[in-house]
């Protein structure tokens, strides 16, 4: 569930990248992609939550900064294009930083992987992204139920 929550969070801010409003994003399209109230309502909470605590979701130094993490030819073999790419895609719209990044490839290579693509690698940035390893963080791995809205 965390993986399709994290697909919702990327749309939603790429469309705010686009000069979007909040309440310019057409949630119900969300709905016709087969995405439950519960997992969009918990997307949005996850983003509220950090505006709330005063994070800045789009950091000035990842605008302003024009450098790329280059993969070694271990990882190279190990990531896919599409999960390079998707690595990337969740930097440039601050879901994870350069030392996340690299905790993510981390993580995939001591798992043993041979090979992973983007399904597979999206449990991955899930775990960073609601910090799963941090038990003690309630709001960080806060699952709304079907009924739950927010106001």
Not at 3 to 25: A, F, M, R, T, W
Not at 41 to 64: C, H, M, P, R, Y
Not at 73 to 101: C, H, Q
Request: charged share 25%; net charge negative.
């Amino acid at each position: 569930m965390q993986d399709k929550i994290v697909e919702i969070i990327v749309y939603i801010l790429s469309e705010i990248k686009e000069i979007k409003q909040l309440g310019d994003i057409n949630v119900e399209s969300l709905a016709e992609r087969g995405y439950s109230d519960s997992e969009i309502n918990t997307a949005f909470a996850w983003i509220f939550s950090k505006l709330d605590e005063g994070e800045l979701i789009f950091s000035e130094d990842q605008v302003t900064s024009k450098s790329h993490r280059i993969f070694n030819p271990v990882e190279s073999k190990i990531f896919s294009t599409d999960a390079k790419g998707y690595l990337l895609l969740m930097r440039e719209l601050g879901l994870l930083n350069d030392l996340d990044i690299d905790l993510v490839i981390e993580k995939v290579i001591l798992s043993g992987y041979q090979r992973i693509n983007i399904l597979e690698l999206k449990k991955f940035i899930a775990s960073i992204i609601f910090n799963l390893e941090n038990k003690s963080d309630f709001l960080s791995r806060m699952i709304l139920q079907n009924n739950d809205t927010i106001n």
